[in-house]
């Protein structure tokens, strides 16, 4: 009994309980909303709980990592992604019309997922390395260090995930000091840009954001999606439909119901009921990475639980929105619940350097 006591206090030293304990009741939800949406196939639960065995055997390695020692691992893992990104471009599997994936030959792999965590870890790096002395052209390579990925990942083309990749990497700019002035400078900029951005979308995109505007023009065609979703989360009602029996979802009328839209199954089959249940949830884990985020004792540590931590609000409010019909489709899949290996592993990462900022934290006594 001893020896079992002595083996879980090393296992579980560096976890934090509670954001544990969130992630994987969310993730619970993910898993009965998945064995539903993929027709009660076993075969695919199992993929996702092999997945995430994998995803927790890494957070766990990456939470007894001290921060300093992740910080290192910087440089490298960025430089991985950009090559990685570039394998994409050059050989990448095409899927639906958009080259995204890498083939291993035993399994693929999504190198986008890898720059959710690489970008803002990369950024925190340099900020830190000129802590006290951060200039404007400190902000301007931390730009182009944000570009990069984002135009390879904008030529898969997934604008959505190259949107999102930009965002994760403003909020280390904003936490690292960045200035209003600036941030008001550069959205006026994007306005009076957005005629000369138009045209560099692709025709699927412009579909997207005119039928985010008026989804009947098209309701068969771009506007499926979004019709769909709606007409799922809305069949909900308060209490929902029963786990198992949603009807748009198993009559085959909701797209994607496995991964971008697997929040339309939860909410027909859960109502309004389980909605609550699952922001308040997000809600919680967002403010626990925040708190984290607070209260650790490096820049570099601050600068990466909180863009992290953004980095999951964003990913869910997105989601959400996209399937409500608040947002256009722009395919992100909601963390923690959409089916994807890699996408879990990438999450459980940053849930990893959550924990290690929060377990290696300095005490700084007054």
Do not use: C
């Not at 839209?261 to 309004?272: H, Q």
């Not at 909605?275 to 925040?290: C, D, E, F, H, S």
Request: cysteine-free.
């Amino acid at each position: 009994m001893d020896l079992l006591a002595r083996v879980w206090e090393f296992v579980a030293r560096p976890i934090d309980r509670f954001l544990f304990g969130i992630a994987m009741a969310i993730v619970a939800v993910g898993v009965v909303t998945l064995f539903s949406a993929a027709d009660q196939s076993a075969a695919r639960v199992t993929n996702q709980l092999a997945s995430l065995a994998v995803a927790l055997a890494a957070m766990w390695v990456v939470a007894n990592v001290p921060p300093q020692t992740i910080a290192r691992t910087a440089v490298p893992l960025y430089a991985l992604g950009v090559v990685l990104l570039v394998g994409v471009a050059l050989f990448g599997v095409v899927v639906n019309g958009s080259r995204r994936w890498l083939s291993l030959g035993f399994t693929r792999i999504q190198p986008s997922e890898l720059m959710k965590i690489a970008l803002p870890l990369m950024l925190a790096w340099y900020f830190q390395k000129f802590e006290g002395r951060i200039g404007w052209k400190d902000f301007a390579v931390a730009a182009a260090l944000i570009a990069i990925p984002a135009w390879l990942v904008k030529r898969q083309p997934d604008l959505g995930t190259a949107l999102l990749l930009t965002a994760s990497g403003f909020y280390v700019l904003y936490l690292a000091g960045l200035s209003w002035k600036i941030i008001v400078g550069l959205t006026a900029a994007a306005g009076a840009a957005a005629p000369f951005l138009w045209n560099l979308l692709h025709d699927y995109q412009r579909r997207r954001i005119l039928t985010f505007i008026d989804p009947s023009q098209d309701p068969l065609g771009a506007g499926y999606h979004s019709s769909q979703a709606s007409i799922a989360i809305g069949s909900g009602g308060v209490v929902g439909k029963g786990w198992l029996n949603g009807t748009q979802t198993h009559l085959d009328f909701l797209p994607e119901r496995h991964t971008d839209f697997i929040f339309a199954v939860y909410g027909e089959e859960f109502g309004l009921i389980g909605n609550v249940v699952l922001i308040v949830l997000y809600v919680m884990l967002i403010g626990r990475g925040m708190m984290i985020a607070t209260n650790a004792s490096t820049l570099f540590g601050r600068l990466m639980a909180g863009s992290i931590t953004l980095m999951f609000f964003t990913y869910a409010f997105v989601n959400m929105g996209m399937v409500s019909g608040v947002l256009p489709v722009v395919g992100v899949p909601l963390p923690f619940v959409s089916y994807g290996g890699t996408a879990l592993l990438s999450l459980f990462i940053g849930i990893g350097i959550l924990m290690s900022v929060q377990a290696h934290r300095k005490l700084v006594h007054s």
